[in-house]
T-cell receptor, first 110, second 118 residues
């Protein structure tokens, strides 16, 4: 069964303390992987799409990387406004439907 | 400002009520989705409409009934719900291009409707 697992479930960092969020998947023949950000009471907001192992994408303090088994979302010198839940998603091969991980709740302390 | 608008933002309904959730997208997209987001669970895809045709999702109970009258509007009709159906219901849209499957295009989400079934 295709699965997406995100870790850690929650992460608290001091402002400026860099770290990484992990998304591992069991989908064979990965065709793409999405990262979204979700603020409380709002819908997810698209961040990145990665299509192949070795690919990297950056946006402000965020950088997403992809290997054959997992993706990392690196956050460098985070600020309190980076606090949110970060979601990872991949399309299943058998029916093309997107499956999401449970997300990582990130809290940046000022 | 999001290009996908959902109403109402909050809804409390009894188990015998009938209500509808509404979604409107202003992005010119040709695919729309309903997702369910429960506490401690991943986002679950409920229904997909692509080019106004529904892609069935057999795991969704019949008490949820979607309707897509045109490419800009999507409804979710609710009847005889259970307390466990309480969740955040999210609508999303995307643009399906030639040669690109729906699973590979990014989606734009609305703010969601927080539904409480009492």
């Amino acid at each position: 069964e295709d699965q997406v697992t995100q870790s850690p479930e929650a992460l608290r960092l001091q402002e400026g303390e860099s770290s990484s969020l992990n998304c591992s998947y069991t989908v064979s023949g990965l065709r793409g992987l999405f990262w979204y950000r979700q603020d409380p009471g709002k819908g997810p907001e698209f961040l990145f799409t990665l299509y192949s192992a070795g690919e990297e994408k950056e946006k402000e303090r965020l950088k997403a990387t992809l290997t054959k088994k997992e993706s990392f979302l690196h956050i460098t010198a985070p600020k309190p406004e980076d606090s949110a839940t970060y979601l990872c998603a991949v399309p299943q091969n058998r029916d093309d439907k997107i499956i999401f991980g449970k997300g990582t709740r990130l809290h940046i302390l000022p | 400002e999001t290009g996908v608008t959902q109403t109402p933002r909050h809804l409390v309904m009894g188990m015998t009520n009938k209500k509808s959730l509404k979604c409107e997208q202003h992005l010119g997209h040709n695919a729309m989705y309903w997702y369910k987001q429960s506490a401690k669970k991943p986002l679950e895809l409920m229904f997909v409409y692509s080019l106004e045709e529904r892609v069935e999702n057999n795991s969704v109970p019949s008490r949820f009934s979607p309707e897509c009258p045109n490419s800009s509007h999507l409804f979710l009709h609710l009847h005889t719900l259970q307390p466990e159906d309480s969740a955040l219901y999210l609508c999303a849209s995307s643009q399906e291009g030639k040669g690109h499957s729906l699973g590979l295009v990014k989606a734009f989400f609305g703010q969601g409707t927080r539904l409480t079934v009492v």
